[in-house]
C-alpha cells in the first residue's frame, strides 16, 4: 500500500513539473465534429496545442479569428477522443 502512495505522489509530482507557462505563436483550428469541436492554435513548428477557457472566450477568439495569434497561459497534457494531447489554459491572447 505503501508503494501505491509514493507512486501517486511521484506521478503527481511528475505532472507538476512537466507544466508550466508557456507562450506559443500561431494560428486557431477547429478540430472535431459538432457539438464536439476543440480549438486550437498550430504552431509554427506544426504542433497542435488544444485550447482550454471559458466557452465565451474560446467561441469569441474562434468568432475574431484575426490570423496570428499569441497565446500565454498554463500548458499540460489531457484526453481528447481518448489520446493525450497538449493543452494551454488561455490566460492571456493578443492577434499578431
Known sequence: MRIFILLMLF??????????RETLEG???????????????MTDD???????GEPELLDRLWKENKGRIKIEGERYEDEWY?????????????WI
Not at 11 to 20: D, E, H, I, N, Y
Not at 27 to 40: C, D, I, N, T, W
Not at 47 to 52: A, G, K, S
Not at 82 to 94: N, Y
Open 11 to 20: 506521478a503527481t509530482l511528475l505532472r507538476q513539473c512537466s507544466s508550466g
Open 82 to 94: 481518448g489520446q493525450s494531447h497538449p493543452f494551454i489554459k488561455v490566460e492571456e491572447w493578443e
Open 46 to 52: 506544426n504542433e497542435r496545442v488544444f485550447l482550454d
Open 27 to 41: 494560428r486557431l483550428s477547429m478540430y472535431g465534429a459538432e457539438p464536439f469541436v476543440q480549438l486550437a492554435v
